[in-house]
């Protein structure tokens, strides 16, 4: 069992598309109220490994414990009501729908399932869907977004598009949240206000596992640095100790220079 101020302890994952490897016996932890990043190059396994954490795809062989449970082969669904929430690489935005409800969506696992209450339009339900709007236009307000809430999504720049999709990740409160290359397509503006964001939850004592190759933000807003080199775990540290490890200049850090 993995010590309690870890939220997730990751050991031997692996898994294999096609007789090739995507991740090969990657383990690694997640803290209680810090910033995990989880970098590497193109095709490292990064988003391979956040899509079997969260549910997405099965992994060939390993262990994946969150809050001390075994979570590795249940459906995101399951793992997502245990408090596990994310974002995607591919924006999963419901254009047609209000800003408002796309991040009403995040919070589907708190809405609960009684058909009567559905039914009959008791105060009960009156009620908890009152709070339930309330808690995401909190979520759009820390986004800044709140002033669009009642706007159809697909209006919204790319940028904001990002901003809902963090929104309706945190909008449940989860224990864990896992971010799929937040500032991917942002601007230098856009990108600091997102890493402002993450400072300020860090600080709350949110936990996240940020996946992302901006390594200025990177660097500024992580406690703790995992790097990934074609599926296989090549170091890990802090930001100070992942900068000047000699493998990781020359399988990521090094590459970015070279093609800079």
Request: net charge positive.
């Amino acid at each position: 069992m993995p010590p309690p101020q870890m939220v997730l302890s990751v050991r031997g994952l692996s898994k294999r598309f096609g007789g090739l490897p995507a991740l090969a016996d990657v383990s690694f932890d997640v803290a209680r109220g810090k910033v995990t990043a989880l970098i590497g190059p193109n095709g490292a396994g990064k988003t391979t490994a956040v899509n079997c954490i969260s549910g997405l795809r099965p992994a060939d062989s390993g262990s994946v414990v969150f809050e001390g449970r075994e979570i590795a082969g249940l459906p995101a669904h399951r793992i997502a009501r245990l408090g596990l929430a994310r974002t995607f690489q591919n924006l999963k935005i419901f254009h047609r729908l209000s800003v408002l409800d796309n991040v009403l969506c995040g919070l589907t696992v708190r809405a609960g399932r009684s058909l009567v209450l559905a039914m009959l339009r008791l105060p009960r339900l009156r009620h908890r869907e009152r709070a339930l709007r309330l808690k995401a236009l909190e979520a759009l307000d820390a986004l800044g977004l709140a002033g669009r809430a009642n706007l159809p999504a697909g209006v919204l720049s790319y940028g904001d598009w990002k901003r809902l999709e963090m929104a309706r990740a945190f909008v449940s409160d989860p224990v864990l949240t896992l971010l799929d290359e937040p500032v991917a397509g942002l601007n230098s503006d856009e990108t600091a206000q997102v890493a402002s964001l993450i400072r300020s939850l860090r600080v709350a004592g949110r936990t996240m596992l940020l996946i992302e190759h901006d390594m200025e933000l990177i660097m500024g807003v992580s406690d703790h640095v995992v790097v990934l080199d074609g599926g296989r775990l090549i170091a890990q540290g802090t930001p100070a100790e992942i900068r000047e490890n000699p493998l990781v200049l020359e399988a990521y850090l090094g590459r970015m220079s070279a093609t800079a």
